[in-house]
Each structure stands twice: as structure tokens, then as C-alpha cells.
């Protein structure tokens, strides 16, 4: 009889936790407006550093650059319309890290969808929709490089919205 309590306490303690973890979840998806753009602020600030000119661009073709420094390969893309996240007059320039959050494999891109793509464990990202994973192993989206354009057409990255592949902290 005793044993037969303790699993009802049990049971009681584990739906009393639940109710206080959803209770919690919910909170937290139900953010002030304030509470929701520091998350989209939330970014690695790396120093600034000129990826090109957008006289260097073509709309989708990918430019190799290497951002926050030599050792980390990323792309810039004029996608051709305005996206989420995106500079430049059009608000269609966007950048990432190239390589995949899963295994580190370098990304190739794909003009004919917008996407980079893992030759590894074929891990997909859509570069319209700020490298969102839409399918394969990864378990994270790709890391967005933060632009800006000035009053000549320089790109500049200045931070990064992730974690790069194979860093062990978001500093230099």
C-alpha cells in the first residue's frame, strides 16, 4: 500500500511540474514586443570588417568573402528582392557562414533555389529566409553575418546572429 502512495505523490509532483513548465513556455512565447527584438538582436559582435561594394554584386551569384576573419568562409548574395534581414537599396543583400552547423562540410550554393547546401549529410538552408534549415542533420540554422551598407556601397559585416562551426566561443 505504501509503494502504491509514493507512486501517486510521484505522479501528482509530475503533473504538478508539468503544468508549471508549459505555464512557463507559454510565458515565454508570449514576449513583449521589447522582449522579442532583444532576442533578434541577440548576435556575436565581431569587429567590423568590408566584404565588397554592391557594384561587386550580381543578383544570385554567390561572392566568397571570409568573415570574422580569414579562417571562416561565408558568401554574399543579391537574392533580387527584398528579404528579412536583408541591405542595400533593394534590401536583398544577405551573407552567411559556409559552413554547415552540423559537421562543419563546406556549403555550396544553389541558384536555381537560393539555398546552400551540405555535400555531407546533405543539410539544406534557404538563404530567403535567413538560412533557415529546411532539411538534413543539422540542428541549427546558419549563422547570418549582420550587414550594412554606407553612402559609397561598401558592405560591412559587423556581428553574427550564431555560433560558426567549429568555434568554441563567440569571441576572437
Same mark, same amino acid.
Given at each position: 500500500?505504501?509503494?502504491?502512495?509514493?507512486?501517486?505523490?510521484?505522479r501528482?509532483?509530475?503533473?504538478? &511540474?508539468g503544468? /508549471?513548465?508549459?505555464?512557463? @513556455? *507559454?510565458?515565454?512565447? +508570449?514576449?513583449t514586443p521589447?522582449?522579442?527584438? !532583444?532576442r533578434?538582436?541577440?548576435r556575436?559582435?565581431?569587429?567590423?570588417?568590408?566584404?565588397a561594394?554592391?557594384?561587386d554584386?550580381?543578383v544570385?551569384?554567390?561572392l566568397?568573402?571570409?568573415?570574422?576573419?580569414?579562417?571562416?568562409? &561565408?558568401?554574399? /548574395?543579391?537574392?533580387?528582392? @527584398? *528579404?528579412d534581414?536583408? +541591405?542595400?537599396?533593394?534590401g536583398?543583400?544577405? !551573407?552567411?557562414?559556409?559552413l554547415?552547423?552540423h559537421?562543419?562540410?563546406?556549403l555550396?550554393?544553389?541558384a536555381t533555389?537560393?539555398?546552400?547546401?551540405?555535400?555531407?549529410?546533405h543539410s539544406?538552408?534557404?538563404?530567403?529566409?535567413g &538560412?533557415q534549415?529546411?532539411?538534413?542533420?543539422?540542428t541549427?540554422?546558419?549563422?547570418?553575418?549582420?550587414?550594412?551598407?554606407?553612402?559609397?556601397g561598401?558592405?560591412?559585416?559587423d556581428?553574427?546572429d550564431d555560433?560558426?562551426?567549429?568555434?568554441?566561443?563567440n569571441?576572437?
Amino acid at each position: 500500500m505504501k509503494c502504491n502512495r509514493l507512486v501517486d505523490v510521484g505522479r501528482r509532483q509530475f503533473l504538478k &511540474g508539468g503544468a /508549471l513548465a508549459t505555464a512557463g @513556455a *507559454v510565458a515565454a512565447v +508570449v514576449a513583449t514586443p521589447e522582449q522579442a527584438k !532583444a532576442r533578434a538582436l541577440a548576435r556575436v559582435d565581431y569587429p567590423a570588417n568590408r566584404l565588397a561594394n554592391i557594384a561587386d554584386l550580381a543578383v544570385n551569384t554567390p561572392l566568397d568573402v571570409a568573415y570574422p576573419d580569414p579562417d571562416s568562409p &561565408g558568401v554574399l /548574395l543579391k537574392l533580387g528582392q @527584398a *528579404v528579412d534581414g536583408g +541591405v542595400g537599396p533593394d534590401g536583398d543583400i544577405v !551573407a552567411f557562414s559556409v559552413l554547415c552547423p552540423h559537421k562543419g562540410w563546406l556549403l555550396s550554393y544553389s541558384a536555381t533555389d537560393k539555398t546552400l547546401n551540405c555535400p555531407g549529410h546533405h543539410s539544406r538552408f534557404d538563404c530567403e529566409a535567413g &538560412g533557415q534549415q529546411i532539411w538534413g542533420h543539422a540542428t541549427q540554422n546558419l549563422p547570418q553575418f549582420l550587414l550594412r551598407v554606407d553612402d559609397k556601397g561598401d558592405i560591412y559585416a559587423d556581428g553574427v546572429d550564431d555560433l560558426i562551426y567549429g568555434r568554441l566561443s563567440n569571441v576572437l
